[in-house]
């Protein structure tokens, strides 16, 4: 992929300004003047998460702020601006882009040593430095996203930076972040998570733990800072593999981590075990507020670093699509294809983590079946590999004729297909989460999942009757003739 971006003369992303001038060539850029922060920009944006193809939303002249501070989400919201952002060939389909991306997981995890990040001395991030009594992050337009939102999240599309106190391992991770005044935030770093494991290790050691929150960057480095990128492997160098070149970074002045050279807002400081401050509740990725009110460790702004005329990432989540719901479809629905093929899985023809499920709840394998057995095979490995367990809840096999990502197609299989007193099977105790909405206080975080087996009966297939419909190849022959009439 480094290769193609190479060999193709496109102007190489180096920053979000660049990504914003490529979304623009694309012809997926919209500029929204005048919004109100309070509300208004999350709705609009809402609106726009649910057309389809979405554009990206560059909000500017926001009430009550300067012209020139802007905030842009749907950032990842389109096949076109999710291939630009990997680096990726353009005209790609929903399945071509997930085809495109199998396999380079693996190919990216392997070849991360060779990207460390490469530190600079200067960069556009130090364009504007602020310390102390001169730190104001009111001065950003951060929105309140949803009506019941318990307070203005400033990280969203973010990446927290952490490193390890044993290594050189520099983790990046998308935790989102709660302004409580001028100075000061929440940071919500879920237990298990990597930001987690390298703040309890600060905290035995030092008593407190340093961190750099980047607020705006290229959307890579956020798509980055919000996959399941393997333990010790650093996002930097992941994005690096991706581009083929190394993310350029500075120092922080504060903490000495390093953070993009090019990167919009970054905030700097440290927290301590002993710091916690109420937050939320705020909408969750299942669409729902299932996390209620908890605690949160609360940072002091020490420094903070932004560019002239700043430029927010946001990335709301909320009831599906939301903001990012696209970018974990993609990404998860061709690394659960990668599994099933690694686990030797014949035949499977595409895969679809649908956006209703949030990227989790839902996955659709297609497959052509080739023995008896062969689609509860596929079903119970989707269900149960790596980058599926955590809060998967339904897997539905089809056959090859169906195409996963339409769900009225795959609906269709599933009331012609299915005998549901034979063909739906449940697991149960498996992976769940905190953020379940079927989940109450204070339960087990387990929870079930289903199994439905919606390709033909593989022991009479061949009497299954035959689909009512025009062949595809009399369909072909027909558009020559006729598609005009179907030009509009
Ligand atoms: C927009 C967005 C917001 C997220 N918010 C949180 C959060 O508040 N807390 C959390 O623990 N994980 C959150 N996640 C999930 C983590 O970013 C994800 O699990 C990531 O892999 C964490 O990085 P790590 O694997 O290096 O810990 C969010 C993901 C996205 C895309």
Not at 202 to 213: D, F, N, S, T
Not at 242 to 252: K, Y
Not at 410 to 439: F, H, L, N, Q, Y
Request: aromatic share 8%.
């Amino acid at each position: 992929m480094a290769k193609s971006a190479k060999h193709s003369k496109k102007p190489e992303i180096g920053d979000l300004r660049d990504w914003l001038k490529a979304t623009k060539a694309l012809g997926e850029l919209q500029i929204v003047k005048g919004a109100d922060w309070n509300l208004e920009i999350g709705g609009i944006s809402q609106i726009n998460y649910r057309r389809r193809p979405n554009k990206a939303q560059l909000f500017d002249e926001i009430k009550g702020y300067p012209r020139g501070y802007r905030l842009l989400t749907a950032s990842m919201g389109s096949t076109r601006r999710m291939a630009m952002t990997f680096r990726l060939p353009s005209g790609l389909s929903d399945q071509g882009l997930v085809k495109e991306l199998r396999g380079k997981p693996l190919k990216w995890e392997t070849e991360s040593v060779k990207f460390p990040p490469h530190v600079v001395k200067s960069g556009a991030i130090l364009e504007e430095v602020y310390r102390g009594a001169d730190v104001n992050i009111l001065k950003f337009p951060t929105p309140i996203w949803h009506e019941k939102d318990g307070g203005r999240y400033i990280g969203t599309g973010c990446a927290v930076i952490t490193r390890d106190p044993d290594s050189d391992w520099v983790n990046s991770g998308a935790y989102r972040v709660m302004v409580l005044d001028e100075k000061r935030v929440t940071v919500n770093i879920e237990s298990g998570k990597h930001g987690r494991l390298h703040l309890e290790k600060w905290w035995a050691r030092e008593g407190r733990c340093p961190i750099a929150i980047c607020l705006g960057m290229d959307p890579l480095l956020f798509a980055m800072a919000g996959l399941e990128i393997p333990t010790g492997i650093g996002e930097y160098n992941y994005a690096g593999a991706i581009m083929g070149r190394p993310v350029d970074v500075v120092r922080g002045p504060a903490t000495g981590l390093p953070i993009p050279a090019g990167a919009e807002i970054v905030l700097e400081g440290w927290l301590y075990p002993d710091k916690q401050h109420k937050e939320g509740p705020y909408g969750e990725w299942t669409g729902y507020y299932s996390g209620g009110q908890r605690t949160a460790p609360l940072m002091e702004v020490e420094t903070l670093l932004h560019r002239h005329d700043p430029i927010l990432l946001g990335a709301p989540p909320g009831k599906p699509p939301c903001d990012y719901s696209y970018m974990r479809t993609v990404l998860k629905s061709s690394m659960i294809h990668d599994a099933l093929v690694k686990a030797g899985v014949a035949e499977i023809r595409g895969v679809w983590a649908h956006e209703c499920g949030g990227g989790r709840m839902l996955i659709v394998v297609s497959l052509k079946q080739r023995f008896c057995g062969h689609s509860r095979q596929a079903a119970a490995i989707a269900a149960q590999c790596q980058a599926a367990s955590y809060m998967n809840r339904y897997v539905i096999v089809v056959d090859e004729d169906i195409d996963p990502t339409n769900l009225e197609e795959v609906m269709w299989a599933v009331c012609t297909r299915t005998d549901p007193a034979t063909d739906i099977e449940v697991m149960k105790k498996t992976w769940g989460s905190k953020v379940d909405p079927m989940r109450r206080e204070p339960g087990p975080t387990f929870n079930s999942r289903a199994l439905i087996d919606a390709c033909r009966p593989f022991d009479w297939i061949n009497e299954f009757p035959a689909v009512a419909e025009a062949s595809p190849e009399f369909v072909r022959k027909l558009l020559d003739k006729w598609g005009h009439l179907f030009a509009e």
